[in-house]
């Protein structure tokens, strides 16, 4: 299986912003729905971010208008922008493919935490 590898995150106060980076397998892009996920503590991860092919891209409610997902496909990199982050944004965040695949793996994922 191939795995992505996210980066990026910290300890940051409410309002501050956080980039986060994802490493992905070559052309990935071309093929897939790709996103950014979230597993905050005590519930099911979700996603909170999708950029396709063709760079259209979703957001969650909760975060329209303060994340923006984009991607980097000469270095194979997708990122979050977190901007006005809240205290409910502290999780465990990760990216992958929409829907996932068994070829693609979950990776570690990249903690970040809003606390005042």
């Known amino acids: 299986q191939e795995r992505f590898v996210e980066s990026g995150g910290g300890l940051v106060q409410p309002g501050e912003s956080l980039t986060l980076s994802c490493t992905v397998p070559p052309h990935i892009f071309e093929l897939h729905d790709m996103a950014w996920y979230r597993q905050i503590r005590g519930k099911e991860r979700e996603p909170v971010a999708t950029i396709g092919p063709m760079r259209h891209t979703n957001y969650a409610e909760s975060v329209k208008g303060r994340f923006t997902i984009y991607d980097d496909r000469n270095k194979n990199e997708m990122y979050l922008e977190m901007d006005r982050l809240k205290l409910e944004d502290t999780a465990v965040y990760y990216c992958?493919?929409?829907?996932?695949?068994?070829?693609?793996?979950w990776g570690q994922g990249t903690q970040v935490t809003v606390s005042s």
């Open positions: 992958n493919t929409m829907p996932t695949t068994p070829r693609y793996s």
